[in-house]
């Protein structure tokens, strides 16, 4: 009998998970669905383009080698490959991105409400972070060096560094086709409309002033 129940509970566990893993990205149920951005059926991702109408093309990036722009406030540049620019990756749940950074430049505080991500430095040195939820806000950091890996967990709020005096590259596969992200800075302080500065400031414990002279430079 008690075999009886621990097996039902482990099949109870394995059709659990086995539910999550589906709800959150679920399995292809054909060979591909290749994204027809001319389409205008309203769906939980994009519509797929007739097979017969698939190529090569569909599934191939040109440009990941050529270094990004980083002359910008936050030094840094991310050039993206998702089913935006890789329609053959719907549905699939992967996509990847290139991101440049200039010397001590940085990629922002933000999120990938819908993925999961790894990173690999190729090039330079990088602190890398992320924060867990609350209560407990903790850091999670540490330098990386070239051929290093990390990763960053689906949805918390994480960042990289370029620690080195020279420039720095680095690969991010993310598992999600359309990961999506939110740049704190930008999310806060940026909105269009406006975030009360009167939330923004009791949020923050900063007189109003402060929270307008940074909404001022988003």
Request: aromatic share 6%; glycine share 8%.
């Amino acid at each position: 009998m008690a075999d009886k129940n621990i097996t039902l509970l482990m099949t109870l566990v394995a059709l659990s998970l086995g539910f999550l893993v589906s709800a959150f990205e679920p399995s292809p149920l054909q060979d591909f669905c290749v994204a027809d951005s001319t389409s205008s059926a309203r769906l939980n991702g994009q519509a797929c383009k007739s097979p017969a109408s698939v190529g090569a093309d569909d599934f191939s990036f040109t440009g990941l080698h050529i270094p990004g722009n980083t002359s910008n406030p936050n030094g840094s540049k991310v050039t993206p490959v998702t089913v935006a620019q890789l329609p053959g990756l719907n549905t699939l749940g992967i996509s990847l991105a290139r991101v440049d950074y200039a010397p001590w430049g940085i990629n922002p505080p933000h999120t990938h409400p819908r993925a999961t991500e790894i990173l690999t430095v190729i090039e330079g040195s990088l602190q890398v972070g992320f924060v867990t939820s609350n209560p407990g806000n903790s850091h999670i950091t540490k330098t990386l060096q070239k051929g290093d890996v990390f990763v960053f967990p689906v949805g918390l709020v994480h960042y990289q560094r370029n620690v080195g005096t020279t420039n720095a590259v680095a690969i991010a596969a993310l598992s999600s086709q359309n990961p999506g992200v939110i740049t704190i800075s930008n999310a806060v302080f940026g909105s269009k409309p406006a975030v009360s500065s009167d939330v923004l400031a009791k949020a923050f414990q900063v007189d109003k002033s402060v929270v307008e002279q940074m909404q001022a430079k988003f």
